[in-house]
Nanobody
Framework: QVQLVESGGGLVQAGGSLRLSCAVS????????MTWYRQAPGKQRDLVAS???????NYKDSVKGRFTISRDNAKNTMYLQMNSLKPEDTAAYYC??????????????WGQGTQVTVSS
């Protein structure tokens, strides 16, 4: 059983910073793509940033230059450093990973989400 647990969310003033973490536990052979999504009330869930096992990254345009995604493969953990936060960044943030659970059997998993609220 694979579990993804996010942490690091909270309330911050505009211009502030937060660092989210997503720890993956369970039977894991490898993790390919690790991704952060976010969903604001009444809106669809959108991709924020992704990182491959080799370290290639991709970002939503509106967070480029402010957010940095990283991963520690030894700890099966992904991070999202969020700087210069804006009220429009307010959302529940979810991690989504594609995991090799056994000899090329790739499954996808979602975390439970962590709330980020940015006050103006």
């Amino acid at each position: 059983q694979v579990q993804l647990v996010e942490s690091g969310g909270g309330l911050v003033q505009a211009g502030g910073s937060l660092r989210l973490s997503c720890a993956v536990s369970g039977t894991i052979f490898s993790i390919t793509i690790m991704t952060w999504y976010r969903q604001a009330p009444g809106k669809q869930r959108d991709l924020v940033a992704s990182i491959t096992s080799g370290g290639s990254t991709n970002y939503k345009d509106s967070v480029k230059g402010r957010f940095t995604i990283s991963r520690d493969n030894a700890k099966n953990t992904m991070y999202l450093q969020m700087n210069s936060l804006k009220p429009e960044d307010t959302a529940a943030y979810y991690c989504y990973d594609i995991v090799d659970v056994k000899f090329g059997n790739f499954l996808s998993f979602w975390g439970q989400g962590t709330q980020v609220t940015v006050s103006s």
